[in-house]
């Protein structure tokens, strides 16, 4: 595990210069860059320059003394946390000792200095700072990582969304597609078994597409249906459902309408829809059409493969009746009568 980059740092305070120079002598190879500050007040600019592992603190300096330096930086926010050795020669006094301690002072040590006490202090406090700070950084990698984290997890939720969206819908309409189309109508004959409502299946074939493509290209009609997908959403509900299934054919499922007259209006709603003039994008005009054929749950069968089958053969009837118009299916026939056993 590698240490962090930045050196630590020692304030040296004391009004001697012979005691500076024989600490920063003593502590040249304590691998921590020293300041230091001749008096008190030098001590707490630094303070608000700097941040640091250790303070060595003269007590009798002129001016602001050590413990008014120490309880100055206690009551601060830069350097609350900084450990603060008091150097003194007037410490064997159980006074001197409260009142440093009180200051903020986490030990004593005495002039004339002794190199070895010194220098294990100094080192015990360095790596108290250097463990400190590796706790920092990886307390700071570890937030990181879960920021990460959760960005990579919303990422892959947002991956996986759009897969199922497009697994599921038509990439040139942005309407669901058959796969959706079928789970969406199996769903709704289950809930309508349930409930006795008229489930209605409208199949709808554009009439006159092809000219189209054929005489304004392929990206004329790609432009085309997209914009029949638009209009076909403004005829149906929210809780009711249009797809692509494919080519120029599309497929509705309407819910819970109260009988047959209100799914014919929104048949004939569709075929005036889709009546209504057409502009490509190169201003050119284009009248189409649709031809519709309507099966309703549970009149024209109860399956789904039944009722999409009766509402096909009732679009093709459309257009064999002459096109941009609506058709019902025929009800299906009637069960033959059981036999009585013999």
């Not at 303070?47 to 303070?55: K, N, P, V, Y």
């Not at 991956?159 to 497009?166: I, K, P, W």
Request: hydrophobic share 45%; glycine share 6%.
């Amino acid at each position: 595990m590698t240490l962090p980059q930045d050196r630590p740092k020692i304030l040296m305070v004391d009004d001697q210069p012979a005691n500076l120079h024989a600490l920063r002598k003593l502590l040249a190879h304590s691998g921590a860059d020293l300041i230091e500050a001749h008096n008190g007040e030098e001590a707490l600019l630094a303070c608000l320059e700097h941040e640091f592992a250790l303070i060595l603190l003269d007590v009798h300096m002129p001016g602001i003394d050590g413990y008014e330096v120490a309880t100055s930086i206690l009551d601060g926010d830069e350097q609350h946390n900084t450990p603060i050795i008091f150097l003194t020669a007037a410490y064997d006094t159980d006074l001197h000792r409260m009142r440093g301690y009180q200051a903020g002072a986490v030990d004593y040590i005495a002039k004339p200095i002794d190199d070895y006490i010194l220098t294990a202090k100094v080192r015990i406090f360095l790596d108290l700072w250097i463990a400190r700070r590796r706790e920092q950084e990886l307390a700071k990698q570890l937030a990181e990582r879960n920021v990460q984290l959760h960005r990579e997890i919303a990422e892959r939720e947002r991956a996986e969304a759009a897969a199922r969206h497009q697994a599921i819908h038509d990439p040139l309409t942005g309407l669901p597609n058959r796969l959706f189309f079928v789970d969406k109508f199996e769903k709704a004959l289950a809930v309508g078994s349930t409930r006795n409502v008229l489930i209605a299946v409208f199949y709808i074939d554009i009439d006159g597409f092809k000219p189209v493509n054929d005489t304004h290209g392929h990206a004329a009609g790609d432009e085309l249906l997209r914009q029949i997908a638009d209009r076909l959403r403004t005829k149906v509900r929210k809780a009711d459902a249009i797809a692509r299934l494919g080519g120029d054919e599309f497929a509705m499922i309407v819910e819970g309408l109260a009988g047959v007259e209100p799914i014919a209006r929104i048949g004939t709603a569709v075929c005036e829809a889709m009546g209504e003039l057409f502009v490509l994008p190169d201003g050119a005009p284009v009248k189409i059409g649709a031809s519709v054929g309507v099966a309703v749950y549970p009149m024209h069968g109860a399956s789904r493969d039944l009722l999409l089958r009766a509402a096909d053969d009732a679009m093709y009837r459309a257009k064999r009746a002459g096109r941009n118009r609506v058709e019902f299916a025929s009800p299906p026939p009637a069960a033959p009568p059981q036999q009585p056993p013999e």
